[in-house]
């Protein structure tokens, strides 16, 4: 009976495969990927320690390709800006201006203050 789990092909490795290795001989490089969706004859599956410490010999290029379905890590900038727009929406707002019988914005006139999205409004009666 033969196990549903590819297998890396690594001598002696029995880990679960996450990568496919191929090799583009007429370019002098090494393609490593997602886990293709069968075997190829001329492809190798790798697990996760072996396709991280893959290495090509001298003068050939290892080419990684991202696998588009994992979840991807949000890099320095990405969490920099939400750092940012945290701190702009946690910044005061400023007070409308009374002068002049309206406020800055033009916002309605029972408008008292604004943080946020929320609004405080007058009260009718006043």
Same mark, same amino acid.
């Given at each position: 009976?033969? *196990? @549903?789990?590819?297998?890396?092909?690594?001598?002696?490795?029995?880990? @679960?495969?996450?990568?496919?290795?191929?090799?583009?001989?007429?370019?002098?490089?090494?393609?490593?990927?997602?886990?293709?969706?069968?075997?190829?004859?001329?492809?190798?599956?790798?697990? #996760?320690?072996?396709?991280?410490?893959?290495?090509?010999?001298?003068?050939?290029?290892?080419?990684?390709? #991202?696998?588009?379905?994992?979840?991807? $890590? @949000? *890099?320095?900038?990405?969490?920099?800006?939400?750092?940012?727009?945290? $701190?702009?929406? #946690?910044?005061?707002?400023?007070?409308?201006? $009374?002068?002049?019988?309206?406020?800055?914005?033009?916002?309605?006139?029972?408008?008292?203050?604004?943080?946020?999205?929320?609004?405080?409004?007058?009260?009718?009666?006043?």
């Amino acid at each position: 009976m033969v *196990s @549903p789990v590819r297998r890396c092909s690594r001598t002696a490795c029995g880990r @679960p495969a996450v990568a496919t290795l191929t090799y583009v001989y007429a370019d002098s490089t090494a393609v490593l990927g997602p886990l293709a969706t069968y075997a190829e004859p001329h492809c190798y599956d790798l697990c #996760a320690e072996h396709s991280e410490r893959l290495t090509a010999p001298r003068g050939w290029e290892v080419v990684r390709l #991202a696998d588009a379905s994992a979840p991807s $890590r @949000p *890099s320095g900038d990405d969490l920099e800006a939400l750092a940012n727009a945290v $701190r702009e929406a #946690a910044r005061p707002q400023e007070r409308p201006n $009374r002068q002049g019988g309206g406020n800055a914005r033009g916002a309605d006139p029972m408008e008292v203050a604004r943080r946020g999205h929320l609004r405080v409004l007058r009260s009718p009666d006043s």
